[in-house]
């Protein structure tokens, strides 16, 4: 039986997104296809030159972002990590 060894829980999205570079360039359209606090699962074209940190805008206006590192990668899939870290709860 397979466990799932993820830190944080994921959350279908399936939604539009665009993938930057740090200083603002666009690299590409994308979708997120799940979220978490610490990460996401991004479905990108085969043919794009991705860096290792990128940042992911979430909205049109780039007000609701993530600063991303690869964690793996497929020809179509990436998995990103966000950073810095995502903070601790404290229980």
Same mark, same amino acid.
């Given at each position: 039986? #397979?466990?799932?060894? =993820?830190?944080? =829980?994921?959350?279908?999205?399936?939604?539009?997104? !665009? $993938?930057?570079? %740090?200083?603002?360039? !666009?690299?590409? %359209?994308?979708? !997120?296809?799940? &979220?978490?606090?610490?990460?996401?699962?991004?479905?990108?074209?085969?043919?794009?030159?991705?860096?290792?940190?990128?940042? $992911?805008? $979430?909205?049109?206006?780039?007000? !609701? #972002? =993530?600063?991303?590192?690869?964690?793996?990668?497929?020809?179509?899939?990436?998995?990103?990590?966000?950073? *810095?870290? *995502? *903070?601790?709860?404290? &229980?």
């Amino acid at each position: 039986m #397979h466990t799932d060894r =993820r830190k944080f =829980r994921r959350r279908n999205l399936e939604r539009g997104a !665009v $993938l930057s570079t %740090e200083d603002g360039s !666009v690299i590409t %359209e994308c979708v !997120v296809s799940d &979220v978490s606090i610490g990460g996401a699962c991004i479905t990108i074209d085969e043919s794009v030159d991705l860096p290792e940190k990128f940042k $992911l805008l $979430l909205s049109q206006i780039g007000n !609701v #972002h =993530r600063n991303c590192q690869v964690a793996w990668r497929t020809k179509t899939q990436i998995g990103v990590k966000f950073f *810095p870290d *995502p *903070p601790v709860d404290i &229980v």
